[in-house]
């Protein structure tokens, strides 16, 4: 393959990757102002409504949320396994979120640090990327520690993470191998956390 096909190829790409994006932050916007990614009944109501294609209008509003870091994920992440059970449920979330992820971190490579800070605030960023600066090794680790965390910001690290020289291999292990057990913490601290407390006070 020469290169020049090679360049046609890669603008393809970058126009299929500027499609996606744009069409995310339309249905992201959309999707926010309507209510959907704010309140659990209203995405239920959404998903149910469309038994069938259910799943796969959960797992595409996953994916958008993890592209669009802005948006909250906390809601979706729980709705999930409110609607489908804790199993379908666990494995929709991690389908949307792993393949979400792996955008986030393509458009990161892409369009480098502009798009990193256009979703992450400055004084965020700086602070991610005096982490970088310990060393890439060092980086790494706290990468995936940050993935095991329930509470960690995921989706902004995966954007700083892009701009480092981490390998698409590690990373790709990280997500696959780290989201079951932060996307099970999150789930159960949701749905479970304020029973939990109540019984632990009382």
């Known amino acids: 393959m020469n290169d020049k096909v ?28 309507i209510g959907i990614l704010q309140d659990p009944k209203a995405l239920s109501e959404l998903v149910m409504a469309h038994y069938l294609l259910g799943p796969f209008i959960f797992i595409g509003l996953q994916i958008i949320q993890v592209v669009i870091p802005i948006i909250p994920g906390g809601i979706t992440t729980a709705a999930g396994v409110m609607i489908f059970g804790p199993y379908k449920g666990f494995l929709y979330n991690y389908i949307g979120i792993v393949i979400g992820s792996i955008i986030l971190f393509h ?9 990193a800070k256009t979703f992450i605030k400055e004084k965020s960023y700086d602070k991610y990327m005096s982490w970088v600066h310990k060393g890439q090794k060092t980086y790494d680790w706290i990468f995936v520690i940050a993935i095991l965390l329930p509470i960690a910001p995921d ?12 390998t698409w291999r590690f990373f790709l292990f990280t997500i696959l191998f780290g989201k079951p057990w932060s996307i099970f913490l999150y789930s159960y601290l949701l749905i479970h956390g304020g029973s939990f407390l109540s019984n632990l006070l009382n």
């Open 155 to 166: 989706d902004a690290l995966v954007l700083v993470s892009s701009q480092t020289k981490m």
């Open 107 to 115: 458009l990161g490579r892409v369009y480098g640090a502009a798009l």
């Open 6 to 33: 090679l360049k046609i190829i890669q603008k393809i790409f970058n126009i299929i990757s500027i499609l996606g994006m744009i069409a995310c932050v339309i249905g992201g916007y959309f999707l926010y102002r």
